[in-house]
Each structure stands twice: as C-alpha cells, then as structure tokens.
C-alpha cells in the first residue's frame, strides 16, 4: 500500500478528509477537518521528492482582536507576546508568527513526520497537536481581550 493511499484511507477513517487539493510542490496534499463539522482545517502534505509528511494550520486573527493586541501598550504586548512563544517553545510543533511577533496576524504550525516512522497513531498525534495549538491561541485570544469588543470569531485557514 503506498503513503499516499494509507493515510487517505486513515483519514477517511477517522472522519478528517475533505479533500484533495492539486499541489504541484506535492506528491499529495490533503485537507482534513479537525474536529469534523467544525471548519477548521489543516493540511497533510507530502512535498515531492522528500519522505516526510507535514501536518500544517494556521489561525489568523480576527479584525477585533489584532486592533486589540496592537493598541495594547507595547510593553503589555511585548511580554504577551513573549508569553506566547515561551509556552508554545517546547511542544513538537515549529511555528511562525506572520509578519512578526510585534504585529501579530497570523500564526502557522507545522509539525513534520519522517515516512520511515509513520504510524497512524503518530499522525493522529501530530493533527491533535497542531489542533491544540490553534485552539490555545483562541483562547488566549479571546481570554485576554474578552469584553473589548472582540467576540467575533476567530478566522480559520
């Protein structure tokens, strides 16, 4: 059984898979919902020519909530955001902060499993992590700026 047809067929399994999207950097490139229904989405990726497997989201923040961060004293925003890098620093999980942790918009997380080691309890646990992630900084989100005009929701990509 190829990579691309056992992870398909786990995904499918466990209720993830929406689709398959045409990636010409990709032998494969699925996106899955994670929970199912929940329109969150997060990417499965085999870039072409390399024996790993990326499992990559990312959040954006919503309108309200990044005029929220950016008109916190710089300071405040300064050691929120430091808060934020620190607590996400030791998980398994690489991220990005787009364009820059002083003007936060857009966090990515990616989390790369080498073909040799795949199982399918290790993908199940790189998308639980990825998820995790996406949903701390919701909550820190919405847990920081609650009440300041700021309950719209959070953006998925």
Known sequence: MSLKTMIKAWLEDEGYLKREVEDLNADFHFIIEVPPQSGQ???IINPKERDIILVASGIKLS???YKALIG???KEREKFMW???FDLLFLSIEFQIIPS???PQLFQFTRKLYAEDLTRQALMDA???V???KLYIIWKMNSRFAGNG????????
């Open 131 to 133: 998820h995790k992630c």
């Open 150 to 157: 700021s309950d719209e929701k959070i953006m998925y990509i």
């Open 41 to 43: 989405m997060i990417d």
């Open 83 to 85: 808060e934020i890098r």
């Open 127 to 129: 998308i639980s992590e």
């Open 63 to 65: 309108e309200n909530h």
């Open 101 to 103: 942790a002083t003007t």
């Open 72 to 74: 916190l004293d710089e």
